[in-house]
């Protein structure tokens, strides 16, 4: 095709983009294996040769030149994105059936790049948790608690055949995440100190070792910030709208509801925050859309962590805000220049 | 010290204004042929007043402006006028226009240059002058000035100096300003004269620090009180539009001029010609050309109008692997053959190659990242109109303002998933005004049926009545018609005549509807581009799988 603009010398790309989100996550992604151990690390390098292979046959299927889209780096992306919120040592199946609906289904099903309404990695996690809630829940314990520390060989068995290292238990190498032990705990009818004071779990602000990966992809978001990839609102107004819902309900009731930084030091919220709610293709596009998306979505977070049947909420949340953004973005249009506002 | 504003979005891409802007200003050379367009400007084209054979001197009037948008062209050196008919000209779909061909002798003879005494003559008759020496904009878009130096019914209280030159490569205002500024200002006192604006402000992009001194000594030099400010060098900052609301804070409004918020705006080469033309009687024969991109010696010419563009280039130095020529910057310039001559609106003749304009990499899918909107300056959302011209939705693109795009190409630039974006706009707009057009044509077709269906029906009836009436004078001496039953007759004529008024002021369709010269000009180029564009569009706007 001949265009009739010119093309100047170009130096940037979508692979560039995709490469930047990558790097700007690694510094979680290596705090988590420092914390945690080898399983993520195990589970990153499955999911992402998931990935190009399912994005591969995908496009093969479509009758799409496989190579420029196979090196675009969405589909790495989304398998980061959904390895990073699954428990670290997952059966090598869980991955894959998620990798499955995330590229297959949410992604190709939909048209492809550019065409999701939904957040892929965000697909494959709900239909991971609605599916097997039990392996789901069984999170790498953090090496600083573990009675057994696995190592890369034990990691990779135990993702791979599901056998544990001779002589340890299952419960030596996982635990409940943070909010889930709050959450099992108010089931008991424990108060929130009770709970604090019964588990080893909570670090300083969040979870032990969870929280150093929080404070990493926090680091990791504001360069992707620095950078242009992503805009401020998301972000700004996600981390918002969690702090205000829990800081309301924890001051409702300071025995049931957790407190507010406590759940922006979960992992999740941090991930949400700069590396899912951001997706440009299933967010907002205007920069008040952007902030309305980011606050209902730390809402609902909140919501349905604490009234929810599931340990988290940021990814039903997110889906959720994916499904309003036609109507965000036709109410939120700016000013064109040199028009009057519409009334 | 004035204070700037920003107006939104703008991007800043490699200059490449040093290739070109170190070496003075070039003496003209004559070709041995001058093709000159009688169109060179925005409206009619000039009425050519020379027959083949006729020997011409260099500045006599070899088109007369025609009609009120319309300018006149002239022989830019002395010769024999050997042939008047259609060369392929500088145009965006390559089209051919009504030239003048001159065959120079070599002598450059000057025909008799009279000054216009501008000072003490009425301004109506100092525009007359304007006009047949012919001035037009040389900013791009060679709007004629006569009619710009017209203040009408909305009195101008600014007058802005556009030294913005915001596109990549083009160096020729810099220049001029840096060699000719105390002509610049001459010319910007007659614009205040005839426009007798209050305000006169320089905008000049702050990458010209040399242009910023000249015209800053020049103006103290004549004693003339004009603002010379240095303005951010990021374009399209340039732009009528932009550099309005740079210098003054006021923002104008969609589909409307500069000159609706009582500002207007000069390229400084016009002021420059306007100077040259009213104090020396010089007319519009040279402009300053911007030689630049794959050439040996990149530097500015003073260009004969008519001079082929590969001339130019040659003059500058040919080099190997050149792959076409740009008239205009990379941002909105666009690609003409080197035979195409030099007009009023060629600012820079850019020669291509594969390294400095490497082909535009894979169109990936749109992936939302608003970069296009961040960037544009119309805070459009350029995401939202690819996606709507794409699908051909085009009542939602003209909800979603498409015409207020101005096609600079910021959008494209920025793209990650490296998208032509602007092409996609034009080819909205040349939809959405053909089927206008189209609608238009059905709509006079439908009213004169209508009517003929009516006055069929009422002469039909008129006759039926006349008989009537006969047959009853005939019986007896009954009464004529009853003037009430006239009038009655009459009011229904008058009111179905009424009718189809209404129903045709309903229908008349927006965007169609009071143009502007210069809109009325773009549709019409546009128009010829659309063959090209609809045949590109079929390619790209239908299955993805051709990706």
Avoid at chain 2, 180 to 205: C, D, F, P, S, Y
Avoid at chain 2, 488 to 508: F, N, P, S, T, Y
Wanted: with cysteine; aromatic share 8%; net charge neutral.
């Amino acid at each position: 095709m001949t265009a009739s603009t010119h093309t100047l010398p170009s130096n940037t790309s979508v692979t560039r983009v995709m490469t930047l989100v990558l790097a700007c996550l690694l510094p979680g992604v290596l705090v988590y294996a420092w914390q945690f151990g080898w399983g993520i690390v195990i589970n990153l390098v499955w999911a992402s040769l998931i990935a190009l292979g399912i994005e591969a046959l995908a496009l093969k299927l479509r009758s799409y030149p496989v190579k420029p889209f196979l090196l675009d780096g969405s589909a790495v992306v989304t398998a980061w994105l959904l390895a990073l919120s699954i428990p670290p040592l997952a059966p090598w199946w869980l991955t894959l059936v998620g990798m499955i609906f995330a590229l297959g289904v949410a992604k190709h099903l939909y048209g492809g790049l550019g065409q999701n309404i939904f957040n892929p990695a965000m697909i494959g996690f709900a239909v991971l948790i609605i599916s097997f809630p039990v392996q789901m829940t069984q999170w790498s314990a953090p090496l600083a608690l573990a009675g057994h520390a696995p190592g890369f060989a034990e990691s990779l068995s135990l993702i791979f055949t599901g056998a544990l290292p001779e002589g340890v238990k299952l419960d030596a190498v996982i635990s409940a995440t943070p909010l889930d032990t709050v959450r099992t705990g108010l089931m008991q009818q424990h108060t929130l100190d009770e709970i604090h004071s019964a588990s080893q779990i909570f670090g300083q602000i969040g979870g032990v070792g969870s929280e150093w990966i929080t404070a990493a992809y926090l680091a990791g978001g504001i360069a992707l910030w620095a950078l242009r990839i992503v805009p401020w609102q998301v972000p700004v107004a996600f981390l918002a709208g969690i702090w205000l819902t829990a800081g309301f309900l924890h001051w409702f009731d300071i025995g049931r509801y957790a407190a507010p930084w406590f759940q922006i030091a979960m992992p999740s919220s941090m991930l949400g925050a700069f590396f899912i709610a951001t997706d440009p293709v299933s967010g907002c596009t205007t920069p008040k859309g952007r902030l309305i998306f980011g606050l209902g979505a730390g809402f609902l977070t909140v919501i349905i962590r604490a009234f929810g049947g599931y340990p988290d909420g940021v990814a039903f949340s997110i889906l959720l805000m994916n499904l309003c953004v036609p109507l965000i973005d036709a109410w939120t249009q700016p000013r064109v220049f040199g028009v009057a506002k519409k009334k | 010290m004035r204070q700037l504003h920003q107006f939104p979005g703008g991007i800043h891409p490699e200059e490449h204004k040093a290739e070109s802007s170190a070496r003075p200003i070039h003496a003209p050379f004559i070709p041995n042929k001058l093709v000159i367009p009688l169109r060179q400007h925005i409206g009619h084209s000039a009425k050519p007043i020379v027959k083949v054979g006729d020997k011409v001197l260099k500045g006599q009037m070899i088109g007369q402006a025609d009609g009120y948008v319309s300018a006149a062209v002239h022989a830019s050196s002395s010769g024999v006028v050997t042939e008047i008919g259609f060369h392929p000209v500088a145009h965006p779909s390559g089209l051919s226009d009504l030239c003048i061909t001159i065959e120079t002798n070599g002598q450059d003879q000057w025909t008799d240059l009279q000054p216009v005494d501008w000072q003490n003559m009425d301004p109506a008759a100092v525009r007359g002058y304007v006009r047949d020496l012919g001035i037009a904009g040389l900013g791009g878009a060679v709007f004629p000035s006569s009619i710009k130096l017209d203040p009408k019914s909305q009195p101008v209280h600014t007058l802005i100096l556009n030294g913005g030159e915001c596109e990549p490569w083009i160096t020729c205002d810099d220049r001029l300003m840096r060699e000719r500024a105390l002509e610049v200002l001459q010319g910007a006192r007659i614009m205040q004269h005839l426009l007798n604006a209050q305000t006169v402000v320089a905008g000049i992009e702050d990458n010209k620090s040399e242009a910023i001194a000249a015209m800053q000594a020049a103006a103290d030099q004549l004693g003339f009180a004009v603002e010379i400010v240095a303005i951010p060098a990021i374009y399209p900052g340039g732009g009528g539009k932009q550099i309005t609301q740079t210098l003054t804070g006021l923002e104008t409004p969609s589909g409307k001029l500069s000159t609706d918020v009582g500002v207007q705006v000069f390229n400084v080469g016009t002021a420059y010609s306007l100077a040259r033309a009213l104090m020396h009687g010089v007319p519009l024969i040279s402009r300053i050309v911007t030689v630049t991109g794959h050439v040996l010696g990149a530097q500015n010419y003073e260009t004969l109008i008519g001079t082929p563009m590969g001339e130019l280039v040659t003059h500058a130095g040919d080099r190997e692997g050149t792959s076409g020529l740009i008239m205009g910057g990379p941002m909105m310039g666009f690609d003409v053959k080197p035979e195409a001559p030099a007009v009023k609106a060629t600012n820079c003749v850019l020669a291509k190659s594969a390294e400095l304009f490497p082909p535009r990499p894979r169109e990936l899918p749109c992936i939302r990242c608003t970069q296009c909107a961040i960037a544009c300056p119309a805070s459009l959302q350029p995401q939202d109109l690819y996606w709507f011209a794409r699908a051909k939705n085009f009542g939602k693109a003209q909800e979603y303002n498409l015409f207020d795009c101005i096609e600079c190409g910021c959008c494209s630039y920025v793209c990650p998933s490296h998208i032509p974006l602007v092409d996609y706009y034009r080819f909205a707009k040349s939809e959405i005004w053909a089927r206008e057009k189209e609608k238009q044509a059905a709509d006079i077709a439908r009213e004169r049926h209508e009517f003929r269906l009516f006055r069929q029906e009422r002469e039909k009836k008129e006759k039926a009545e006349r008989l009537a009436a006969k047959a009853q004078t005939k019986k007896a001496e009954a009464p004529t018609l009853g003037s009430d039953e006239q009038d009655a007759k009459k009011k229904m004529i008058e009111e179905a005549l009424a009718r189809a008024q209404a129903k045709k002021a309903a229908v008349a369709p927006k965007n169609t509807d009071n143009l502007t010269p210069e809109q009325q000009a773009e549709i019409a180029e546009i128009e010829s581009r659309r063959a090209k564009i609809r045949e590109m569009a079929k390619k790209t706007i239908e299955p993805e799988k051709h990706l």
